[in-house]
């Protein structure tokens, strides 16, 4: 049987010997939240201790912030453990949440509910709206004057195991100059062994190294198929007469039918910016549904639109989300290293927010770590971090709002979002007992997927270019760039099935749930002979194709270090 690590071209043996290795402490893959908030406790723990750790971090974007799209609100409580005092250190989060709104909609009109009792937690008070994007390069400041090291352009393509135990000693990165047939350019270069005494994955959502690992070491044996989420978000610079610093706006409801699950927001933040998005649950079971047109069409409701008239956009991205929460969470931790941050899958779908459960996360592996490696037990499984979750507010958090997507899927959005609002009001005052108790998620979101003869094709209108748009100028803005000599980081298991198996039985959805126009179905001048082509240069890194293909035939990998999307104060 051909799995998924099939596509992936086999380590080279002539490549392998010809690798600088080079060591660290710990080596953390992914300057997000977490691994960033993981690097600086490190850090923090050896001075306090009077210890010195090294420590590494590679980020696959050309700098750091490049690939991280947020919406965001953040709540400052991860931060506030790493700098209590990080208002005085200037941290980039200076627009307090001063509204809440929250709207059902439908076609035309608006149905405001934020009058509704609510769970505290599910409130913005104390959150601040702003951009992860900077709030992540200003946390990589912070850690490179602690002394950590950190490589942006540096795409960790493979897991380097240590055979026969399959201890995770470090990852290969920084391969360069290979061209499209696999061949050596002029400038190839062969890549470095990173080896760390610990390694701890920080990739975000539905990691490549994070997939390998989770497969070598049976980490998500007992716990429920993660769940994903498309956001596709759009930063626009408004008039200053229109701007409202601090409103935070959340919906359901229309253009998404009540089947189909998901939501928007709309935030207004810093010098006059609006973060407009729209999520869409990718569980969906129409194959003609199409997220980012739904998001186009969703920006001219009265209730968005009057956000954005006058305005000028300013970038566009999108990124696979994780939803699963409590019951998805895989074991995190694995001979020589853990999972941080959204590659488990600490995100809150309710509140709509991750960051601050990353670098949570982030912090309590950096304990376990730095209690490891001082106390000479480097190498062993970080037990301690697996410990520290099990009894944490991320893991009561993410309990306390368990019911809310296995209800949306079952009920629907009208009646799902009743009865979960009621769970979540139980299960607060239960102190994380439900009379539910923990309900399923069931099947993956791609076998979700249902064949296209069941439902009816979608219609969309044509974008106007005033409020809504079309992808390939979408893409443009979004600063998404890749050599495009190097072999195509999109695989195909086996290339025969989008034409012979999805074209016929789902219409080739990968044209329509991808973002960023990648995927196409071409035909020849007599609309005969169909063929599939990706577009790979277009590929905005979201993971969506890896997570929804029906026949699970796509495998994202990365591609050389620095290309992808750079998004500017997303």
Sequence with gaps: MTTAEDALPPPSESSASEREVMEYDV???????????????????????????????????????????????????????????????????????TKDRFLVLGPEGALDISWLPQPPYMKNHGCY????????????????????EVYPGMAASEVVFDEPSGRVKGVVAGVFGIGRSGERKPDYQPGME?????????????????????????????????????????????????????????????PLDDKTGGGSWLYHFGDGYVSVGLVVHLNYRNPHLSPFDEFQRFKHHPAISEHLEGGTRVSYGARAITEGGYQSVPKLTFPGGALIGCSAGFVNVPRIKGSHNAMRTGIMAADAAWEAISAGRAGDELSAYQEAYETSDVRQELKLVRNVKPLLSRLGTTLGTLVAGVDMQITRLMHGWSPLGTLSHGKTDAASTEQADKHKPIAYPRPDGVLSFDKLSSVFISNTNHEEDQPAHLKLIDPSVPIRVNLPLYGEPARLYCPAGVYEVLYDENGQNPRFQINAQNCVHCKTCDIKDPSQNIVWTTPEGGGGPNYPNM
């Excluded at 709206?129 to 950590?148: D, F, H, I, K, T």
């Excluded at 997939?211 to 626009?236: N, T, Y």
């Design 129 to 148: 709206a702003g951009s992860l994007a900077n709030l992540c390069r200003w946390l990589a400041e912070q850690a490179e004057a602690l002394g950590v």
């Design 27 to 97: 080596v953390i893959i992914g300057a997000g939240p977490a691994g960033l908030a993981a690097a600086i406790r490190l850090k923090q723990d050896a001075a306090r201790d009077g210890g010195e750790v090294s420590v590494a971090v590679l980020e696959k974007g050309s700098e750091v912030g490049a690939h991280i799209l947020s919406g965001a609100v953040i709540d400052p409580v991860g931060l506030e453990a790493l700098f209590p005092d990080w208002r005085e250190r200037g941290a980039p989060l200076d627009t307090p949440v």
């Design 194 to 254: 990173i080896h760390g005494k610990y390694v701890l994955i920080g990739e975000g959502v539905r990691g490549s190294l994070a997939k390998v690992i989770m497969a070598r070491h049976d980490l998500c044996a007992r716990s429920d198929p993660q769940k994903f989420g498309i956001g596709i978000k759009e930063l626009w610079q408004i008039p200053r007469d229109r701007h409202q610093p601090g409103l935070v706006q959340h919906t359901l409801g229309w």
